[in-house]
């Protein structure tokens, strides 16, 4: 596995990373209730840095205190975060990682009796996982005011040592609920066309920059089809190709299943993370994920045009994902894993429940 394990250095910056093996940001629910990272939530993640990934993500972190997405959740919005993200970017510097921040907003996935205060949105918005509880239609004042705290949560992970931030731009949050026509019904300068959908995230990524240095790493993650949000993947790939032009350093693919495909304009079945790496032509390092396991997975998605390989199960199975694939052959185990497996992979018992929610991860206790 040289190419996976080889640097990788980021164009604008020349920041060198020390392989292209990156930990996806991972919901863990292992946060201290203020948001403030806990100990348990530390040990896990600078696990992976010992264990040597290139890149260490943190969970989604909310950037403003009624942003929450769930129980548990880290975040950025307050400076009283600030010492405990420090002691974490400082030992997976330490480790020799680069550290990211993923920053993010619910929208209306922030379920009102966790927040205390009605979901907002790009316009009055709701989903079966709110249970009937409606989202209210943002106002131009407060869409300006959830950009600055993007800015400002950006700030404080530069503070803290973070080499940089991902802005989660996928998975049905608040930035992808602007993106998506069904959810964004606006007809103000924050909706209508592609355009206006995404000046929302145009506006994040200069704010960001604006309160940052030039050295500090910046990126957004995008899923390339939600079709709740009506979200398709031709208008991703023009967003994505923006996002060379607006200081981006990385686009994170979000396949979900980097083996499936979609027909080209010749009819041909072409992967997701193809589609991007022709259309992005270079421009831009791609992050991609979705079903990485072991070293053909990894292979494929280079093969198919990925920069660095992120991975979820797989790193919260292994901690040494990346050691492992230095091994001829390698293949790590897959699940369902033993409780017992793991805790020694530095799960909480918080997190090895959650992780229990997945279909046939965890093997069932007696």
Known sequence: ?????????????????????????????????????????????????????????????????????????????????????????????????????QLFHGGMRSPSNLTGVQPVSASENTEPSMKGIVARELTHVEIESIILAFGSAAARCEAAGFSGVELHGAHSYLISQFLG?????????????????????????????????????????????????????????????WCTDWGLDFIHVSCWDVFQTLPDTNGEETSLTKWFSNHLDGKIPIITTGKIWDGDDVRFAMDQGADLVGVGRAGIAHYDWPQQLSEADASPEKPPFTVEHLKQAGLSDTFVTYMSRWNGFVIPQD
Do not use: Y
């Not at 009283?80 to 002691?87: A, D, F, N, R």
């Not at 240095?213 to 023009?238: A, K, M, Y």
């Open 1 to 101: 596995m040289a190419d996976a394990l080889s640097e990788f250095s980021f164009p604008r910056t020349g920041l060198t990373v020390r392989n292209r093996t990156v930990l996806a940001a991972l919901t863990n629910k292992q946060s201290h209730e203020d948001g403030v990272l806990s100990q348990e939530e530390h040990h896990w993640l600078t696990m992976r840095g010992e264990g040597g990934f290139g890149i260490v993500t943190t969970a989604a972190a909310n950037v403003t205190e009624h942003g929450r997405g769930w129980e548990g959740e880290l975040g950025v919005w307050s400076d009283h975060h600030v010492p405990g993200l420090s002691h974490l970017a400082s030992k997976l510097s330490e480790q020799g990682a680069v550290s990211l921040a």
């Open 181 to 241: 026509p069904k959810t964004n019904r606006r007809s103000d300068q924050w909706g209508g066309n592609l355009q206006g959908r995404t000046m929302f995230l145009q506006r994040i990524i200069q704010e960001v920059r604006a309160q940052t240095s030039h050295e500090f790493i910046v990126g957004v993650r995008l899923s390339p089809t939600i079709q709740d949000l009506g979200i398709e993947l031709q208008e991703t790939l023009e967003v994505a190709k």
